[in-house]
């Protein structure tokens, strides 16, 4: 990617006056979550003045005078990809999640160049060094620093630890890492370059909510395949995230409820439920709410317009249009027909 790729922000579509925001403006932000009003942001510091800025937002430590960093970040569903191209640098350990108001994993997948994490005190703690094509799953609340002793390129993906596509992460080691031997590691860092480089502002909602579903799928497995077993706890959660993927690709089977998923599982019904027992939802409850987030994409999407209940019934799962009607109406308060005309006027 150019420098002159790098040097605008991408806003959403129909926003007018829109120009490209300064370079201070820029700096201001933190480097890992779009501007706000953007569904792409992408940002450049360099020199002093702008180190002083990075530095205020994310703790670093570089050569002031040839500080560089190019930032390019979009933001799917509460998922940020960030494509980065930096020179030598060191972001100082934190615990508080680079910034971020939730804890925040991160999985880090290195482009080109060569990446170290370090946790504790040097000479007594862990170090991991990546290079090109290897990745790392880190805590961002274990106080992990990152250091490139030469330019670098990386992907980066931050997800909010309660996101349901970690299953129920729990603390463990504070970084875990995957070699270039790593399909999905490879695969994941593709996909999110690919979505970087694409017009995203002119994804309509539903195909931006078919994208995040594919995004977090992989992440999913991604996880999965760095993750340290641990036992039984270990188990459950990768269980749990494997039910998760289903259901995500499979709502729209009207048949798809506990039953039907403990049975493709090879499981009782009762040790499926007992997988999801102390989380925020239940197996049912994950599979109602996902159906009503794609119907209400749909509603508000004009291409659907056109298009009956009954085939959103078809297309996301609920069968009927009574139990659409039903459903959008307990989760929103409004009827399909009252959002549909919302939509429509909203893009009028």
Same mark, same amino acid.
């Given at each position: 990617?150019?420098? %002159?790729?790098?040097?605008?922000?991408?806003? $959403?579509?129909?926003?007018?006056?829109?120009?490209?925001?300064?370079?201070?403006?820029?700096?201001?932000?933190?480097?890992?979550?779009?501007? $706000?009003?953007?569904?792409?942001?992408?940002?450049?510091?360099?020199?002093?003045?702008?180190?002083?800025?990075?530095?205020?937002?994310?703790?670093?430590?570089?050569?002031?005078?040839?500080?560089?960093?190019?930032?390019?970040?979009?933001?799917?569903?509460?998922?940020?990809?960030?494509?980065?191209?930096?020179?030598?640098?060191?972001?100082? $350990?934190?615990?508080?999640?680079?910034?971020?108001?939730?804890?925040?994993?991160?999985?880090?997948?290195?482009?080109?160049?060569?990446?170290?994490?370090?946790?504790?005190?040097?000479?007594?703690?862990?170090?991991? %060094?990546?290079?090109?094509?290897?990745?790392?799953?880190?805590?961002?609340?274990?106080?992990?620093?990152?250091?490139?002793?030469?330019?670098?390129?990386?992907?980066?993906?931050?997800?909010?630890?309660?996101?349901?596509?970690?299953?129920?992460?729990?603390?463990?080691?504070?970084?875990?890492?995957?070699?270039?031997?790593?399909?999905?590691?490879?695969?994941?860092?593709?996909?999110?370059?690919?979505?970087?480089?694409?017009?995203?502002?002119?994804?309509?909602?539903?195909?931006?909510?078919?994208?995040?579903?594919?995004?977090?799928?992989?992440?999913?497995?991604?996880?999965?395949?760095?993750?340290?077993?641990?036992?039984?706890?270990?188990?459950?959660?990768?269980?749990?995230?494997?039910?998760?993927?289903?259901?995500?690709?499979?709502?729209?089977?009207?048949?798809?409820?506990?039953?039907?998923?403990?049975?493709?599982?090879?499981?009782?019904?009762?040790?499926?439920?007992?997988?999801?027992?102390?989380?925020?939802?239940?197996?049912?409850?994950?599979?109602?709410?996902?159906?009503?987030?794609?119907?209400?994409?749909?509603?508000?999407?004009?291409?659907?317009?056109?298009?009956?209940?009954?085939?959103?019934?078809?297309?996301?799962?609920?069968?009927?249009?009574?139990?659409?009607?039903?459903?959008?109406?307990?989760?929103?308060?409004?009827?399909?027909?009252?959002?549909?005309?919302?939509?429509?006027?909203?893009?009028?």
């Amino acid at each position: 990617m150019t420098v %002159t790729e790098m040097d605008r922000t991408v806003r $959403p579509s129909g926003a007018t006056n829109a120009r490209p925001k300064t370079l201070h403006q820029a700096s201001a932000n933190n480097p890992f979550e779009p501007d $706000p009003g953007t569904i792409v942001s992408v940002r450049e510091w360099r020199g002093e003045e702008d180190f002083a800025l990075f530095n205020n937002s994310v703790p670093t430590t570089a050569r002031e005078n040839t500080f560089h960093v190019q930032a390019r970040t979009a933001r799917f569903g509460s998922i940020d990809i960030s494509y980065l191209v930096h020179g030598p640098l060191r972001l100082e $350990p934190t615990t508080e999640s680079w910034g971020r108001k939730e804890r925040t994993l991160r999985l880090l997948v290195v482009l080109d160049g060569e990446v170290a994490l370090s946790h504790g005190e040097p000479g007594h703690g862990e170090t991991m %060094t990546l290079r090109r094509r290897e990745g790392a799953l880190v805590l961002g609340w274990s106080g992990v620093s990152y250091t490139a002793n030469a330019p670098a390129r990386v992907v980066i993906i931050d997800i909010p630890a309660e996101h349901e596509v970690l299953g129920g992460l729990a603390d463990a080691a504070p970084f875990e890492g995957g070699g270039s031997e790593s399909a999905l590691l490879s695969a994941l860092a593709a996909f999110a370059l690919d979505l970087l480089r694409q017009d995203v502002a002119s994804l309509t909602h539903a195909v931006r909510a078919q994208v995040t579903d594919s995004l977090e799928s992989l992440i999913s497995g991604t996880v999965a395949t760095l993750s340290v077993p641990s036992g039984n706890d270990w188990n459950r959660r990768s269980q749990r995230m494997h039910v998760i993927r289903y259901i995500a690709t499979h709502y729209a089977d009207p048949q798809l409820g506990p039953t039907t998923l403990a049975a493709h599982l090879g499981m009782s019904k009762r040790s499926l439920q007992r997988l999801f027992e102390g989380e925020k939802q239940s197996v049912s409850q994950l599979i109602q709410n996902k159906r009503v987030d794609q119907v209400l994409l749909r509603l508000r999407d004009p291409r659907y317009s056109a298009t009956s209940l009954d085939e959103l019934a078809v297309l996301t799962g609920f069968g009927s249009a009574l139990a659409l009607r039903r459903a959008v109406q307990a989760a929103t308060g409004q009827t399909p027909s009252a959002l549909r005309a919302e939509a429509l006027a909203s893009h009028a």
